[in-house]
């Protein structure tokens, strides 16, 4: 193994709060080791694009700067929309951009699709990759937490707090439509830590009637307003989605789900009023919380020993408590990580009288 001078460090998928801290934990720790770090732009668009785009990271203008604190992407990001069709062109083009820029390793921040993009594009080359796990959706496999999940359920339960103060006021029903894709993990923690009547996801079947028979019960109990939650990549009652519009690569755009519940929950029942509030990407962005900003520093720099080691391939995950190291592949092969109906988080859920749906 020829020893690091130079590695590259980007940023790949919806962006999320936590990834600058990430990128600045991995420029103090390389230049700790004597390496230089070229920081792509737009994912890997920086490296397969031509004329390549990047710039050189330093402690002095990266890490000593407000960036580590703030979030979005100083690298900027692609979201699913690679441009070049073929697989094999893009790869081709991605070894060859990462030989001419010299970089002897590339640390990817990234979340399932990217861990997924980015060692395919690499399989067969001799790019030395480490990634570093990121979503709001919290989807990656083998990993209990990636960096901007937690800011994500802060902003969430905020969100939801604020609502439940108006729904006091004027005897209302508040539908929250919270992000995750077809993975119910940011609606799950954040109706746990909000307190909410309901929670909907992907994961669990749920009927309207279910959802208003809570309503009723609340009603009887005397209280004048209830927290309903409901993850964009919920279906209708039947299993339809609600929207077809799908992005550059033919994946579903959500949004609509909480407007559907609403028209369908006052056909039949109004003892309150509903109203639906859709949190959008302000869920993306915000000031990161400390544990993301603890992920980041932890995984920056595990990112940069595995490296030093002689490791690639490998994605670093929070296990049990602390920061390893996973097989790429066995990353890949998971796929997405969806909520477990039976894991602790559902039964949390249920055990606190939470209408989940119908488990
Ligand atoms: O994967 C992160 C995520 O924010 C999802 O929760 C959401 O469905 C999607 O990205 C939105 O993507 P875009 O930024 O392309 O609208």
Known sequence: MSEIKRIGVLTSGGDCAGLNAVISSVVEAAEKKGWEVYGINDGTEGITEKPHRYEVLTVKNFSDSPWPRLSGSYLGSLNKGMRIESLEEVSKRFATGVKELGLDAIVVVGGDGSMNIVSNMCRGSMVRIIGIPKTIDNDTPITEFSVGFQTAVQ?????????????????????????????????????????????????????????????????????????????????????????????????????????????????????????????????????????????????????????????????????????????????????????????????????????????
Request: overall charge neutral; hydrophobic content about 40%; charged content about 20%.
């Open 155 to 359: 902003y969430c339960t905020t969100a939801i707090d604020s609502l439940e103060l108006t729904a006091r006021s004027h005897n209302r029903a508040m539908i929250t439509e919270v992000m995750g894709r077809d993975a119910g993990h940011l609606a799950l923690h954040s109706a746990l830590a909000g307190n909410a009547d309901v929670c909907l996801i992907p994961e669990i079947p749920y009927t309207i009637n279910g959802i208003i028979n809570k309503l009723k019960e609340i009603k009887a109990r005397g209280r004048n307003h209830a927290v309903i939650v409901v993850s964009e990549g919920l279906k209708t009652e039947d299993g339809t989605p609600v929207t077809n519009r799908k992005n550059m690569v033919g994946e579903m755009i959500y949004g609509g789900i909480g407007q559907y519940l609403c028209g369908e929950i006052s056909k039949v029942y109004n003892d309150f009023q509903f109203r639906v509030t859709t949190l959008g990407h302000l869920q993306r962005s915000g000031v990161p919380v400390a544990f993301d900003r603890l992920l980041a520093s932890l995984f920056g720099a595990k990112a940069v020993e595995l490296l030093a080691q002689g490791e690639d391939n490998k994605m670093v995950v929070w296990k049990n408590g602390e920061v390893s190291a996973v097989e790429l592949n066995d990353v890949v092969k998971a796929g997405t990580t969806l909520v477990d109906p039976k894991g602790k988080y559902v039964k949390a859920a249920k055990d606190l009288g939470i209408y989940i749906g119908e488990i």
